[in-house]
């Protein structure tokens, strides 16, 4: 199953908010729809988002909407979302193509969506040969945050990916996974996925992650990310910055895989990502359990953005930046796509 595809004339999505219970595919058929399951994160990840607003374009243009109402729509879509830049570039890929007719704006999706299973197969080898080199002689430990797996993307992930390439290459010692409060994608969806791989892990809370760090549990940590700006800063899942601080502390590489379509030339530092914030229902209940007083006020960014000066490298489907060395994403020329 495809976390995301278009299927008989409609999206069709694995619902992660029923994961690890349900395993359930949600059929879409319109932008009401679809823009709900954003908001509510039933699709979820930056490179799955780049799809879903896409193939949301796509369904729209192909309802017989005219010109206008599907450019009002894509704006709808682009803005279910603010900090994974991929929904917003998928978004505009596909409006593109909107003057060639309906055929060729799905043409446009359906590219985006093989494009990034052909990318997340690039980064697994890009992440390993690079970790290889930092862990030369024995199996590697590796500590994230988030999901950023299949479920994520298309069909392979960006970070959990390279820990999938890496343990099908047989050198994995294991992977120790954040829950990642409030939303516990951690603990839902990547352990769910990392047990379905077959790959040793052992769950964490968030706040045990930069003590262990310094108990040398990870020989490095990997993360993705909805936005790199043009500096190197990064926006990820909340809870990336305080592992990267404790990465330095330990002597850690700190490490970003993500896609080269995430990476946002045009914001020009981490300060200029705007960062969502999900309200307080999430960190004041629990389900239908009250875990904070009624009328609670909260903050509940549910990303962050980790400073390029924490930033060991940049891994992205088309080159590896050094920025431990000095490089910088503006100088690093692409490569092409690797599948083997
Ligand atoms: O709020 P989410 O679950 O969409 O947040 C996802 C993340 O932060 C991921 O790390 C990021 O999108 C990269 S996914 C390969």
Redesign the pocket.
């Known amino acids: 199953v495809r976390t995301i595809d278009w299927v008989d004339g409609a999206i069709e999505i694995v619902d992660q908010t029923v994961l690890p219970e349900q395993l359930t595919v949600r059929r879409i058929e319109t932008l009401d729809h679809l823009v709900s399951a954003i908001q509510e994160?039933a699709v979820?990840?930056?490179?799955?988002?780049g799809v879903a607003g896409a193939m949301g374009v796509a369904q729209l243009a192909l309802s017989g909407a005219g010109i206008d109402e599907v450019r009002t729509g894509a704006a709808r879509l682009r803005a279910a979302?603010p900090t994974?830049v991929n929904l917003a570039w998928g978004v505009d890929r596909a409006l593109q193509r909107l003057e060639d007719g309906p055929g060729s704006v799905l043409a446009e999706a359906l590219a985006v969506r093989d494009e990034d299973v052909a990318a997340c197969i690039s980064m697994g080898l890009h992440g390993a040969d690079y970790l290889r080199a930092v862990v030369p002689d024995r199996d590697i430990s590796l500590m994230t945050?988030?999901?950023?797996?299949g479920l994520?993307?298309v069909e392979r992930?960006?970070?959990?990916g390279v820990a999938q390439t890496i343990h099908e290459q047989g050198w994995l010692q294991e992977v120790v996974p954040l829950e990642t409060r409030p939303?516990l994608?951690g603990a839902r969806l990547t352990a769910w996925e990392l047990q379905q791989m077959g790959a040793p892990f052992r769950l964490v809370v968030d706040s045990a992650g930069p003590f262990l760090l310094s108990r040398g549990a990870a020989d490095a940590v990997v993360?993705?990310?909805?936005r790199i700006a043009a500096n190197g800063d990064t926006a990820?899942?909340v809870g990336?910055f305080s592992l990267a601080l404790a990465a330095k502390h330990a002597g850690v590489p700190f490490v970003v895989i993500?896609p080269e379509s995430?990476v946002d030339m045009s914001t020009a530092s981490g300060a200029d990502i705007e960062i969502e914030d999900r309200g307080a229902g999430e960190i004041t209940s629990f389900g239908a359990r009250a875990t904070a007083p009624r009328g609670t006020e909260t903050y509940n960014p549910?990303?962050d953005v980790t400073p390029h000066e924490l930033i060991t490298a940049i891994i992205t489907d088309r080159r590896v930046v050094h920025l431990d060395r000095g490089q910088e994403l503006s100088t690093v020329p692409l490569q092409p796509s690797r599948q083997s």
């Open positions: 994160l979820r990840g930056a490179p799955a988002l979302r994974a945050v988030c999901n950023t797996g994520a993307a992930g960006t970070a959990l939303l994608q993360i993705g990310a909805d990820n899942k990336s993500a995430t549910a990303f």
